[in-house]
């Protein structure tokens, strides 16, 4: 099946940033993947030295799991995902 007939998904992600030199990282992969980003949220949470990103996305299982499978790979980056179709 070609990709502009597979089934997109729609789903979010929370992403928990341990180590901040992982931010320009991040933001990378995010840039190359917004075709498929529907919304961003960022909390920085400077008393436990943490950040909380969640994602909004709608795309093919192939797009969602290069976004979510590049930002698993990053030290310091905790991903977890749902999908709601």
């Known amino acids: 099946m070609?990709?502009?007939q597979m089934e997109?998904?729609?789903?979010?992600?929370?992403?928990i940033v341990e180590e901040n030199q992982r931010i320009?990282?991040?933001n990378k992969i995010l840039s190359a993947h917004s075709e498929v980003l529907l919304?961003?949220?960022g909390i920085p949470l400077r008393d436990r030295k943490l950040n909380v990103i969640s994602l909004v996305f709608e795309g093919t299982t192939d797009?969602?799991?290069?976004?979510?499978?590049q930002l698993g790979k990053l030290p310091g980056i905790r991903v977890?995902?749902?999908?709601?179709t």
């Open 63 to 69: 797009e969602i799991g290069a976004l979510t499978g």
């Open 39 to 41: 919304g961003r949220q």
């Open 8 to 15: 997109r998904r729609i789903g979010a992600t929370v992403i």
């Open 80 to 84: 977890r995902s749902v999908f709601a």
């Open 24 to 26: 320009d990282s991040l």
């Open 2 to 4: 070609k990709e502009d």
